[in-house]
């Protein structure tokens, strides 16, 4: 039986995937940094309970890391771009949202906001702008994510957007929003 033991360059590219520092490694796993440091340039061979500390270390990061796929929201609630802004406006009002993503063949292709149907009815009647197309008004599409990505990259996506939609295979799976991730200083 063929036994596999992890190079140095495994585990340097495990802490890297894992976006973890050598300082955070070794403050994870109870040794010096200089001593991952060491091992990840191949200077030293660890002893069995130094690697058993820093792969437990590992493991332990990985059950920490929440992923889009883990707070998603599905289906979306979206709207089309050929569908009406009376109707976009219906959907936000029914369901309490002051935006929502426009959606053509599970592929993102715009977003519709309280502030934009706002902003257009300034500019012109009432009634012309209900019988507009949502195409019509439709600003840029929310950011999109795959399952996989971690939370962190979403709060940043998330301060310059209200939602963030989830991907998988070129389609829209899910959503994340700003809520979602508050809701996450409460799981403990």
Same mark, same amino acid.
């Given at each position: ?11 340097? $590219? ?12 070794? $403050? ?20 069995? /309970? ?6 437990d270390a590992f493991d332990t990061t990985e059950k920490k890391r ?46 519709? /906001? ?13 009634? $012309? ?5 949502? /195409?019509?008004?439709?600003?840029? /599409? ?8 971690v939370v962190s990259i979403i709060s940043h996506l998330l301060e ?26 409460? $799981?403990?």
């Amino acid at each position: 039986m063929t036994m596999f033991l992890p190079t140095p360059r495994d585990i340097k $590219k495990r802490r890297v995937g894992l976006n973890l520092t050598q300082n955070e490694l070794a $403050k994870l796993a109870g040794v010096s940094q200089p001593l991952i440091a060491r091992i990840e340039a191949g200077d030293v061979d660890p002893r069995l /309970s130094t690697l058993t500390k820093i792969f437990d270390a590992f493991d332990t990061t990985e059950k920490k890391r929440i992923l889009a796929g883990d707070i998603m929201h599905s289906p979306v609630i979206h709207t089309n771009p050929g569908s009406s802004v009376e109707e976009a406006v219906d959907i936000m009002e029914s369901e309490g949202f002051s935006q929502v993503p426009v959606i053509e063949n599970g592929v993102p292709v715009g977003s519709i /906001s309280s502030d934009t149907v706002v902003h257009y009815m300034t500019e012109s009647d009432t009634d $012309k702008l209900s019988n507009m197309q949502v /195409s019509d008004i439709m600003g840029s /599409s929310f950011s999109t994510v795959s399952k996989d990505t971690v939370v962190s990259i979403i709060s940043h996506l998330l301060e310059q957007s209200p939602a963030v939609l989830v991907v998988d295979m070129g389609k829209v799976v899910g959503v994340v929003t700003q809520h979602d991730v508050m809701k996450l200083v409460h $799981k403990k």
